[in-house]
């Protein structure tokens, strides 16, 4: 199996770094602009950004955790 040149503190950081920027990105734009309406349409792309920087915030987070389990179970 063909190992990943990146760190897996790295991979680790970079995922929660944009679960964290997703948050603060949500808070800013609602204080900024009193847009906490999830079901307006008047915002859709914010919750857009916010919703894609989770997403990939998560996916890094689970796919990090899978990788740690199976070098664990490999020892």
Sequence with gaps: MV???LPMRF???LSLLL???AIAFWVVWGVTYDGW???SSTYMGVYAIVVTLLAFGLLG???FKLKSKTEV???
């Design 19 to 21: 679960i964290v920027t």
């Design 61 to 63: 987070l689970a796919l």
């Design 11 to 13: 991979i680790l950081i």
């Design 37 to 39: 309406n999830i079901f």
């Design 73 to 75: 179970a490999k020892k």
């Design 3 to 5: 190992e990943s040149k």
